[in-house]
């Protein structure tokens, strides 16, 4: 089935250091969702973006809807142990069936 | 808020044998979707219901697959018979409008 792109597909980074990853599409999107998903449970919702050029905060999150659309982006700021997991993106044009991107995988080092 | 319950979480069954998922989903929402995850990769809907109606079931392999929401809350997914490529992660999502969706613990499919 379709994905959308997403990078880098893992991040190997210090506990405290900042953390960017991204997501685009050949498509456009109204929603962009942002999950988190831990080994063995599903996914869980970070942030929900409804709107080109929203910039959504949730504790040290921050997410932005590109503006053409296509692309979104995640940030996570002072990365602690907890943070580990696979971060998908996911995208919605007005047809209630979300496409999945392929994963960052994010391990964070003490 | 209880969230989507899903049960069993684990399941190892035999090829060619049956098998059924259980839903149910978070108090008020009505919609509801099943999902497949294969290993590493995100996760691809198999069906939506809106209250009882499956309104995209596009994705659904009939001929093995089915799936049934009565009285527009809980849900069960069956495979009959199982291959050995089913193997994977079946999740369970609902939410109250379109956008946010959220999901369960998801079971996971040991077929041998």
């Known amino acids: 089935g379709q994905q959308l792109n997403q990078s880098p597909q893992s991040m190997f980074i210090q506990e405290g250091e900042d953390v960017s990853m991204n997501c685009t599409s050949s498509?456009?999107?109204?929603?962009w969702l942002w999950y988190k998903q831990d080994p063995g449970e599903g996914p869980v919702l970070l942030i929900a973006l409804y709107k080109a050029g929203e910039l959504t905060s949730n504790g040290r999150l921050t997410a932005q809807f590109g503006i053409t659309r296509k692309d979104s982006f995640l940030n996570i700021s002072a990365s602690i142990p907890s943070d580990v997991g696979i971060y998908f993106c996911?995208?919605?044009?007005?047809?209630?069936?979300?496409?999945f991107g392929t994963g960052t995988r994010l391990q964070v080092f003490p | 808020e209880a969230g989507v319950v899903q049960s069993p979480r684990y399941k190892i069954i035999e090829k060619k044998q049956p098998v059924a998922f259980w839903c149910n989903p978070i108090?008020?929402?009505?919609?509801l979707y099943w999902y497949l995850q294969n290993l590493g990769q995100g996760p691809e809907l198999l069906i939506r219901y809106e209250n009882e109606e499956a309104v995209d079931d596009s994705q659904l392999p009939k001929d093995r697959f089915s799936a049934e929401r009565l009285k527009g809350v809980d849900s069960t997914l069956k495979i009959q018979p199982a291959e050995l490529g089913d193997s994977a992660v079946y999740l369970c999502?609902?939410?109250?409008?379109?956008?946010?969706?959220?999901f369960g613990p998801g079971t996971r499919l040991t077929v041998l």
């Open positions: 108090s008020g929402h009505n919609t």
């Open positions: 996911a995208g919605d044009y007005n047809t209630d069936k979300l496409i």
């Open positions: 999502a609902s939410s109250q409008r379109t956008g946010a969706q959220y």
């Open positions: 498509s456009i999107f109204n929603t």
